[in-house]
């Protein structure tokens, strides 16, 4: 193109003057001389684009000819082998881009289930001699403590009262021997400030209108009972009703037996262990049991526990699975000098946990009734789930917002009842006697504490629907580890054999043979076989299987590969590169086509400058341009080289005459 604009822009013969020595010579270009300029500016042009590193289209036409004629991608070759058809164009264009957009559709299905990161369950099977669990056994039967014997014989006198004039029910009780009548007269009337405070009362739910119900509303026929709880200052008052009179007698002592456990100031003057007298016979794996296998600690509701198998130095393990290999204990569960408004249940509770948990007996344990032997097979199940953006699982607690106040490992129930309790700590300023207590706290008292009923029972209200965010903040263990348990009953001894294993009882344990049957049970705890299932979690989306769904779509709209994605980036990047390349252009010709201003010292007086180049400028020429081809004359051209001093001029100089 070069060689084609040079040979335009020359006419076929060009006069010249040639200034010699102040003479003016005319003459023609050689031809020759004129092709070879044209051939050398050819060239020139041709190394400049072959020395290129860059190469710039100049339109967005040429760059999308361009890539639909050598692009991978199918379809694309259609919009530029068509483009004298414009209906083919038409119909290749809208198919090329919807199919794009279905595919980037697809891709944004893709990129959602990824990031929302779902799991696949996987369930493993193994087999392997099994570490026994911890078991925790409880007498059900709160005792009768010596440090706080009197108060409760005080508080039973205030029941057997309340009873008679709410029920007309005349309740025997064992009374202990008092030392003296005036020591009876000082406490109970202490004892009965407090109980008048928090009447026990039963009316028909139709006269109850005054005072709001925490509780639910049940058949408006029924009778309504339950007992009233003020504020400090007696201004609010609601009243903690039961549809049952039995959960509300034995709801409202539960209370006051709280105040009295928590007036003791050594929590150990309550640690009267008895464990001889509760458990008659332990073996396990066919060996006896000793004092070193087991822990002792009171509960409040469900009396003396005793946890086997809690020391982590020396851990039972079952050599076989079956009935044989496993823990097995005789108990008495017989009630005697107990507290009955407490505990209306008889035999034993117990739950099996893993060890380093605490045992709490409301949540798994189960009761093991009186003359019958309870065997339990236990089925081992583990847990793993998948942390950080897969579930909102937790490691080891450290990243739960709530103080672990139990002296174990983290898990779920610890950290809700650690939640619940710091809570009551910080609206009630005192702690519930059934969980741990915090450092610099102190367990709720009414002597102290007059209104903390008032406030427990309305702050449980807001637990119990999650008012408080205790169970959003408590979040289940990564790991864990849980015992699938079934039982099965007997009546045991038999008939037949009754006689002489009560006989061989009352020999070796005291046993007093007149309770027969409903003094003793029996529980046999044991793996029901090895195996043991693991429940794990895996990614159902990685990185892998992202990109292998990705690359699938792609080949099935597109039928291309990775390389034409690169080249689908170039078009986007050459692209770019155009459009400011452009932009710059047009900046500039828009700078360059705006009017100069004037330099400041600059004048407008015409006979001035005139005045001033005439003197600058004696000599003049006049240059005009030459339009009309000059004949040729052989007689103009040139005879020989041209002499030192001569200059080829392209242009016609004409002097005028010198005045």
């Known amino acids: 193109m070069a060689s084609r604009r040079c040979l335009a822009g020359v006419p076929p013969a060009l006069a010249y003057f040639v200034l010699q020595g102040g003479s003016v010579k005319t003459g023609k270009m050689p031809e020759g001389e004129k092709t070879r ?3 050398q500016e050819a060239e020139q042009q041709h190394k400049d684009e072959r020395e290129g590193l860059i190469e710039f289209y100049g339109s967005y036409q040429e760059l999308f000819q361009f890539f639909c004629s050598n692009t991978t991608i199918h379809g694309a070759i259609r919009l530029v082998c068509s483009k004298k058809n414009k209906m083919k164009t038409a119909f290749w264009s809208v198919l090329f881009f919807l199919t794009f957009g279905l595919l980037y559709w697809q891709f944004g299905i893709l990129y959602r289930e990824y990031f929302s990161y779902p799991v696949n369950l996987n369930l493993n099977l193994n087999s392997d001699r099994l570490t026994f669990p911890a078991v925790t056994l409880c007498t059900l039967n709160p005792y009768r403590y010596s440090a706080i014997r009197k108060k409760l014989d005080e508080l039973d006198q205030i029941t057997h009262q309340t009873l008679l004039d709410l029920y007309d029910y005349n309740m025997s009780l064992a009374r202990s021997d008092w030392s003296t009548a005036s020591t009876r007269k000082r406490t109970s009337r202490s004892l009965l400030h407090h109980v008048q405070r928090h009447p026990l009362r039963r009316q028909k739910r139709d006269n109850l209108v005054s005072l709001p119900e925490n509780s ?37 002592y539960s209370f006051h037996y709280i105040n009295i ?20 016979a332990c073996r396990f794996n066919e060996a006896t049991c000793d004092k070193a296998n087991y822990t002792h600690f009171h509960h409040p509701l469900y009396g003396n526990c005793y946890t086997f198998n809690d020391n982590s130095s020396s851990l039972w393990t079952s050599s076989l699975p079956g009935i044989n290999n496993g823990l ?34 409301d949540d798994g344990g189960f009761n093991v009734r009186p003359g019958i032997e309870t065997s339990i097979s236990m089925r081992k199940e583990m847990t793993v789930r998948l942390g950080g953006s897969y579930s909102d699982c937790t490691e080891d607690g450290s990243d739960v917002p709530v103080q672990n106040l139990y002296s174990s490992r983290y898990t779920e129930q610890v950290c809700i009842r650690s939640c619940f309790q710091l809570n009551m700590v910080n609206r009630c300023s005192c702690a519930y006697y059934f969980y741990p207590l915090p450092a610099g706290a102190e367990y709720c008292d009414y002597t102290k504490h007059v209104a903390w009923g008032y406030c427990y029972y309305k702050l449980l209200a807001e637990f119990k629907a999650d008012v408080l965010g205790c169970f959003h903040k408590c979040r289940k263990p990564c790991k864990m580890t849980e015992y699938q348990l079934s039982a099965g009953y007997s009546r045991w001894p038999s008939a037949v054999s009754e006689d002489w294993v009560f006989y061989m009882l009352s020999q070796q344990n005291k046993y007093n043979i007149t309770s027969k049957r409903n003094g003793v049970a029996k529980v046999n705890i044991f793996f029901e076989e090895w195996n043991y299932k693991t429940n794990g ?123």
Not at 219 to 227: E, L, P, R, S
Not at 622 to 634: D, R
Request: aromatic letters at 10%.
């Open 216 to 252: 639910p509303s049940v058949d408006k026929n029924d009778w309504k009972i339950g007992f009233i709880l003020c504020s400090e200052n007696n201004k609010d008052c609601f009243h903690q009703v039961y549809s049952s009179g039995v959960d509300a007698v034995r709801e409202w």
């Open 537 to 659: 979690e895996s990614p159902a989306y990685t990185v892998e299987t992202l990109l292998s769904q990705l690359g699938n779509q792609w080949s099935l709209w597109f039928g291309s590969s990775v390389l034409s994605v690169m080249e689908l980036a170039e078009l986007i990047l050459d692209f770019i590169a155009i459009t400011f390349i452009l932009s710059f252009r047009w900046f500039r010709s828009r700078q360059r086509h705006s009017p100069p201003e004037p330099p400041p010292n600059s004048h407008d007086n015409a006979a001035f400058q005139d005045e001033a180049s005439g003197l600058s400028a004696p000599h003049r020429f006049t240059v005009e341009a030459v339009v009309t081809t000059l004949p040729s004359y052989n007689s103009l051209e040139p005879h020989g080289p041209s002499k030192d001093g001569e200059r080829l001029v392209g242009i016609l100089f004409h002097q005028p005459a010198l005045h």
């Open 328 to 361: 097995s204990l005789v108990v008495r569960t017989e009630q005697n000098d107990f507290i009955p408004l407490l505990s209306t249940v008889t035999g034993a509770r117990v739950m099996v946990h893993d060890q380093n948990e605490p045992a709490f007996m």
């Open 261 to 280: 456990l928590a007036q003791v100031p050594d929590a150990k003057a309550l640690d009267e262990s008895d464990f001889e007298n509760f458990i008659y």
């Open 37 to 39: 300029q044209c051939k």
